[in-house]
C-alpha cells in the first residue's frame, strides 16, 4: 500500500505549517498573498473524487478554516482581503491540493487568479515565522 | 429577506443547463473547454463560509457530480480530459459560484488557469444542444 508523501515540487515554493485531521497544510512563501495549500494526507490522489464522501467534507471544512487564517493572517499585516479565492487545479503538480488565496482589489494581479502570473516574493524570516504562529493558534 | 437570483453577468456568457437540488447549474458557452458553473441559490452568498455546514456538504457532493458530467461531455467530444480544474474565485463576480473545467495538456493555455486566458469560442447550436442534453442526464 502506497504511503503519502508530498511532492517534492511543493517544497520549493512552500513552509510546512500544519498537521490537520485530514490535510497536510503549506504556507505559500509567497509575500503578495496570504496563501495556504491543504494537501489531503490521501496516497495517489489527484482528484476530489479519489476521496471518500467524508474526506471531501472534512476538506470542505478543513478548506473553511483556512480561510479564516488567510483573513487572519491578511488583517495582522495591516491588508484585510476583499475576497477568497479556493482551487484545486493540479496542472502543474498533481498531487491533490487546494489553495486558500486572500486576495484584495489593489494587488498586483487582481482581477486575474494568482496561478501564473507575477513572480513570488519570499517572506522575510521573521515574517515568516510571524505567519507560521498565527496559523499555529488557527 | 432577498431572493436568489442569478447575477446578469452569468447570462452573457453561459446558458442554463440545470437545477440540482443546491446549484442552478450552467454550460460555459465556451467550446475550448468543457465547463460548468455551479451556483448555489442562496441569496446574497459570496463566499463558501457563507453557505450553511450542510449546503457546503452538498456543494462539494455536486461538484463531484459535474466533474462527472465534464468528464462525460469530453468524452463525447472525441477529446477526453487530463484534469479538472475546480475553483470558486469571484474577483470578476462576486456572486458565490464554482467553476469545474475540463482540461487537456494540449488545450489552448495548460497548464494556465483558464480564468482570463484568450477569448471564448461559442458553441455551435448542434453542439451546444448535445452539450445539454448530456448534462440533463447527468
Given at each position: 500500500m502506497a504511503l503519502f508523501t508530498v511532492d517534492p515540487a511543493f517544497t520549493a515554493g512552500s513552509v510546512?505549517?500544519?498537521d490537520w485531521p485530514l490535510c497536510h497544510v503549506r504556507l505559500q512563501d509567497d509575500a503578495?498573498?496570504?496563501w495556504l495549500i491543504l494537501i489531503p494526507r490521501v496516497a495517489g490522489a489527484t482528484e476530489l473524487e479519489h476521496l471518500s464522501v467524508s474526506d471531501r467534507t472534512t476538506l470542505m471544512e478543513e478548506t473553511i478554516r483556512a480561510g479564516a487564517i488567510v483573513r487572519a493572517l491578511a488583517e495582522a499585516?495591516?491588508?484585510p482581503i476583499d475576497k477568497l479565492?479556493?482551487?484545486?487545479?493540479?496542472?502543474?503538480?498533481a498531487q491533490l491540493h487546494v489553495h486558500v488565496v486572500g486576495r484584495r482589489r489593489d494587488d498586483s494581479v487582481w482581477p486575474d487568479p494568482?496561478?501564473?502570473?507575477?513572480?513570488a516574493l519570499a517572506f522575510d524570516p521573521?515574517?515568516?515565522?510571524?505567519?507560521?504562529?498565527?496559523?499555529?493558534?488557527g
Amino acid at each position: 500500500m502506497a504511503l503519502f508523501t508530498v511532492d517534492p515540487a511543493f517544497t520549493a515554493g512552500s513552509v510546512f505549517a500544519a498537521d490537520w485531521p485530514l490535510c497536510h497544510v503549506r504556507l505559500q512563501d509567497d509575500a503578495r498573498f496570504p496563501w495556504l495549500i491543504l494537501i489531503p494526507r490521501v496516497a495517489g490522489a489527484t482528484e476530489l473524487e479519489h476521496l471518500s464522501v467524508s474526506d471531501r467534507t472534512t476538506l470542505m471544512e478543513e478548506t473553511i478554516r483556512a480561510g479564516a487564517i488567510v483573513r487572519a493572517l491578511a488583517e495582522a499585516a495591516g491588508r484585510p482581503i476583499d475576497k477568497l479565492n479556493v482551487a484545486a487545479l493540479g496542472n502543474v503538480t498533481a498531487q491533490l491540493h487546494v489553495h486558500v488565496v486572500g486576495r484584495r482589489r489593489d494587488d498586483s494581479v487582481w482581477p486575474d487568479p494568482v496561478w501564473g502570473r507575477g513572480s513570488a516574493l519570499a517572506f522575510d524570516p521573521a515574517a515568516r515565522a510571524r505567519a507560521l504562529d498565527l496559523i499555529d493558534l488557527g
